[in-house]
Structure formats: structure tokens, C-alpha cells
């Protein structure tokens, strides 16, 4: 009998542990008199890993000068990074714990469209406003109240790269070369879409499954159909090995792609074959002079670490500013939702943002109650592979096709 | 000693062995069901995982622990049985308590096929069989329009009887008391004559057959037992986090299944449970270590989440090299060392 109270001691020894564990709900949670708690969940393990850094890095740097600045209505910000593995699974984990155990008010950035998705119900339930980048139409359209994409989507840069061609070659034969899943076929319904608009139409259209490095069978596929520009929804590594395809092949067809591949690191992958590739963007590349990128890389002089981060050569510079673009959206919602925060008034906040100013590095911000995406403009680039940077080669833009 | 031999048929079959194993029970059922009431959300919704964890492991655990037939496809009946309430409630209007059986009878159903050939294939072959079933049921919920493809779809939120299931303390009964039926069920079965063909099967086929227990009809019986429990467990998860998406039941998820049953302890209810609640819980504790850490050691922190795979690779290796018999052998010999307590043997 003795062993079994001294085991009934330990479960009850263990029970009490758990009961120090319990918290108890404030009552705005994750805003107190003096402190908002912000999350920023990214992938800093599993495959999107080289895609987490720059953007806490871009959220760190911010919020240290919001909250060097006299943080927003007399409060400072928290930020709790979180890494949320990029696959649904891991990001759910990842989302509970920021929202159940940190308590935070929002979530400014989760990366990952599925993972978005995932985490949905739990951010409407707990009325935490959430921002996903990667993001697809459908988180806008036909919308959410606690969603806002800070950011121009796959469907409208799809829109952008068609017209592009369109206005520069009326008569092009348009190829696409997508990966199957959510990201590519949002940039195949809008490529099809912004043909279709300009009555033109894709030639020709070859999915690939995620990780496919191989694309001899693709680009025949396109020489085929007698395409002569082809559009790319695809990630970096995919982009290197199709830009090697085309070189090895000596076919002169011009490559057009998404804003996930314009990254020095292609410059790496392909040195100079890299030359005249295009690709669609919402951010401008760092090197650039407009007002936006200056203001940024000075507060990253004094904030952050500028020879890791803007200095590196190989560093990938939109998704810094990416994270810029969110959390400058977050403060400014904060900031309009006055002294008494509440989600609801976070909601209102962000919904009167009218044309906030990010000084040319990406389009300008916007939201409405009718509305959660900022814009739905972008940029044209185009690599110079000599010296290894990309180059605008037509301004800021909304597709003409209805978004 | 006396009190430890069993000296008739009945002892030996009896459910519940001794008065202490039904003290202990009640003891546990007591704490959880007290538990919502001190724990705040964050641990009681890392218990709810567990808990449809659980299910998904006894079943698989029947399958692969008892009838010794390998399944590296056991994430995909989940899935069935995910997207089957989903679709269910969804497009059927069906209510949940109706949809609940009926997903864990879809996953059967694709289970007593996908059980058809482990008849002809052992081993390394049906392990290769049911991983090509996964793999077919991935491909069909990323491509099929009523699925939604990896954006996944919307669930409904679990009611019974006008009852709405919102909170998680609300999840937690449910949840709890859905694995507690599975695992007294599966406990149950295993001392039936079903769980007796199942344990011959294992452990030498031939002569089960020999013995007069036919093959095809229990090694298909044991697919679709199964795969019933990982279909309720599919429903329970996707009601429960109102949201299902593709990209959640891929090969990981059967091979966290495996981890669990293995590292659990094969062949064994409490071995299902124990590895279930491991396995789930090895990445909120990485991550509460990462949190610990980040204060006093953010370069340590940064480490963990760089080797977050490594380090829950290496938990697995350690607990097997030390236990090959998983958490169930540790709790045997914890037990032992308390019944012969203060003697060695």
C-alpha cells in the first residue's frame, strides 16, 4: 500500500505542476497598457527555410524604430518570430502556440498559402487579424474580416506579365511552364485570364510537379507549339534549370517570371545565361534610389546588420522588403486604430489605409472594407547578368484585366 | 505473491487485471476530466491533438503491432476520413454524429480493398503497396475540384444533438472520450478471438493457417479495422481544426504513425497511447525549448530549430537503442521495479 501512495503522491505532485501551467485571459489579449504583441510567423527550418531570415530580419529592424520612435500610441511592440516550417502542419503548431500560449493580437506575416489557409479558422475564432504572403486570390476574394494581403498577388502578376507582352509584341506566342499547385495555377488562371482579356490565348501550358529539376521534356513541349516568350510559375531552382534548358538548347525565347525567383541567388545558379530573363515583381531590388529603399536601408544601418542583410550582394532583398511592406501596414493599421486597440478597431484601422506611401520600394498600400489587398500593381525587371543585378524595365502597373 | 499469478481463465482475460489497474483508471479519468477546468487552451489543444492521435495509432497498431502487416499509406485513411465528414457535412448536410461513423466506415471500406492485396505481399512489398495508395490519395485530393486542392476546404464545427462544439474544452470531452472508447475497443478486440487470429497471423502465417484461421478474411478484416479508426480520426481532426488541407496527411504523417506504434511498443494498447502522446508532443516540447532558450541563449534557440528534425530524429533513435520495446517496456520495467520494490527481482 505504501508504493501505491507514494505513486498517488507523484500524480498529484504532477497535477499540480500542470495547474502553475494554467494562464489566465486579460482582457484585450496581447495588449496591455504599455505592450502589443505582434507574431511573425516564418520558415526558418524545413524547404522555404533560405525564405524566413530577411523577413524577421525586415521585422526586427522595424520595430526597433517604431518602438525607438515612442512605439504606437505610447505602447511598444513585442514581436514574437516564430518558425512555422512552411508545411500546414507545422504551421498550425506554430500559430496555436502565438496565439494560445504568447497571446498575441496579430499575426502581421504568416509565409505559406496552404499554411494560411490552415490556420484560418483559428485566427477568425481567437479575432486575430491575420497577413499571409504567398498569398492567393482566395484570401481576398470573396474575402475575410481578419484577413489583409499586404502584398500584390500571384493571379495580378500573371495578369502583368501577359499584358507585358502583349503591349510589346502584339502578335507573341505565349507558353506557360507552371507548377502544380496553388501557387502555379493561381499564375495559369491569371496568364489565362489576361490573354483572353487582350483576345489572345496560351499556346501552350506544361504543369511540373513541386521539386521537378528536369525540364527537357517542358521546353520541348514549348519548341513544340512554336511559343516565343514563355511564362515561368515557378520557384528559383526551377527557373535555374529551365534558364539552363533554353541555353543548352540555343533557342532564343524570352523567359518571363515571378517575383520568388528574382533573387541574386539565381545569378549563382546560372551566371551570365541569367541575361535578359524577366520577371514580374511588386518590390523593387535594393539597389535602386526611390525614397522607399533609401529610408529602409538607413533604418537598417542603424537598426539591423546591413552587411549580412541590403550590403550582401547575394542576399535576397525583396523578401526583406516584403516584411518591410507588412509590418509598415500592421503599424499604420495600429496607428489608426487609436489608444483603445481592440481587433475590431485593428480591422477598421487597416480598412481606412488609402494610399500609404512606401516611396517607390513597392506599390503603395490600400485597404477598404470592401477590400483587404493593398494593390494589385507591379514592376517589370529584367537580369543583367554582367553585373549580376536586376533592372527595371517598366514602372509600377495595374494589369488592365479585372482582378 | 500470490496475488500476481493468475490462476484461472478468467483473470487472464479480464480487462481491467487488478484493483490497483482500476484505481489508476480512475485516478486518470478523474484528472481529465478535471483538466479543462485548471489547464489553459494552449495545453488542452496540444491534448486534443494527442488525443486524435491516439486513435490513429491504435488503429494502425492493430494493423501493423498485431497482425504484423506494415502500412506506410495509414495517413491517407486519415485523410479519407478527414474529407469524407468534410464533404459529408459540407455538401450532404449530414449531421456530424452521423458523419463521424460513416467517414470511419469510408476509410474501411477503401481499407478492406487496399487489404486485398497484403494477401499476396509481405513486408517490404505491402509496405510498397500501401505507400503507392498514399500516394494516389494525395494526388486525388490536390487535383479533384470538390476537394479544393491545397488550399483545402472549410469544415464544419462538430455538433451533437443541437450542441455546438466551440472551445476547446468543449474538443477535449469529445476528443477524450472518443479515444477512450477506441482504445477500450481495440483492447477489447485484442482478447477476442479476432485479436488472438490477428497475434498468430503476426507471428507465424503458416501456421495460423495451419490452425485453421483463415488468412484472407482476418488479414483484410485487420485493414479495415484499421482504417476505421484512422477515418474517425480524420473526422475528429478536421472538425477540429475546421480546416483540411492535402498538404497535412502526406508520407510524414504515416510515418509519424509508425514512430508512434514503435516507439510506443508494438502489439500493445497502452504502447499506442504512450507513443501517440510522445510523438505529438516532441515538437511542442522543441518548441518550448527553443522558447526557453531564446532569452538567455538566442544563438542556442537558433541552433534547436536549425536541427528541430535532427534533434526529434535523434529522441527516436535514443528511446529504441535504450528500449527496443518502446515506452511500453519502460513502463513494464517502472512497473516491475515497483511490484518487487525494494528487492531486484
Known sequence: ?????????????????????????????????????????????????????????????????????????????????????????????????????????????????????????????????????????????????????????????????????????????????YQDDGFGREGLEGARAAAAFLKSGLKAEAPYKTGTIDFTPHMNAMKEAGVDHILLWTYLPQSAAVIKEKAKMGWD??????????????????????????????????HTDAPGIRRVKELNKKYGDPEKTLNNPMYPDYLYLAGWGYIESMVEGLKRAGKALTPDALVKGLESIRNYDMGGMCPNITFGPDRHVSSFSSLVLKADGKSKRFEIVDGFKEPKTPQ | MAEHFKISYRQDMALFQNLWVRIWLGILILLLLMAPWFLSRYPLSILNEMGIAVIGALGLNLLTGYTGQISLGHGAFVAIGGYSSALLTAKGGIPFLISLPLSGLMAAGLGLIVGVPSLRLKGLYLALGTLAFGFIVEYVLFHWGLTQGDMGMAVKKAQVLGFTFKTEKAYFYLIVSLASLAALGAKNLARTKIGRSFVAIRDRDIAAEAMGIPLARYKIMAFGISSFYAGVAGCLLAHYQKWIVPGAFDLSLSIAYIAMIILGGLGTILGSILGAILITGIPHGILFLTDVLKAGYPALSGLVVDFKLGIFGLIIVLTLLLEPRGLYGIYSRIKIYWKTWPYRY
Open chain 1, 253 to 286: 525565347v524570352t523567359l518571363i517570371s515571378n517575383n520568388t525567383t528574382g533573387v541574386p541567388p539565381l545569378f549563382a545558379l546560372v551566371g551570365e545565361q541569367a541575361d535578359g530573363y524577366l520577371l514580374v515583381t511588386p518590390y523593387a531590388p535594393a
Open chain 1, 1 to 177: 500500500m505504501r508504493k501505491g501512495t507514494r505513486m498517488l503522491a507523484g500524480i498529484l505532485a504532477g497535477a499540480l505542476c500542470l495547474l502553475a501551467g494554467a494562464v489566465w485571459a486579460g482582457d484585450i489579449r496581447g495588449v496591455t497598457d504599455t505592450e502589443i504583441k505582434l507574431a511573425c510567423l516564418v520558415d526558418l527550418s524545413g524547404p522555404g527555410k533560405y525564405g524566413g531570415p530577411p523577413v524577421a530580419e525586415a521585422f526586427k529592424d522595424c520595430v526597433a524604430w517604431v518602438n525607438d520612435t515612442g512605439g504606437v500610441h505610447g505602447r511598444k511592440i513585442n514581436l514574437v518570430v516564430e518558425d512555422n516550417g512552411i508545411l500546414p502542419n507545422t504551421t498550425m503548431q506554430a500559430a496555436k502556440k502565438v496565439l494560445l500560449k504568447d497571446e498575441v493580437f496579430a499575426i502581421a506575416f504568416n509565409l505559406g498559402s496552404a499554411g494560411s489557409s490552415a490556420i484560418l479558422p483559428l485566427c477568425e475564432e481567437n479575432q486575430a487579424v491575420l497577413m499571409p504572403h504567398g498569398a492567393n486570390r482566395q484570401f481576398f476574394r470573396p474575402g475575410n474580416k481578419w484577413v489583409f494581403v499586404p502584398h500584390t498577388v500571384q493571379y495580378s502578376m500573371a495578369c502583368r506579365a501577359v499584358e507585358y507582352i502583349l503591349e510589346k509584341s502584339p502578335k507573341a506566342k505565349i507558353g506557360i511552364i
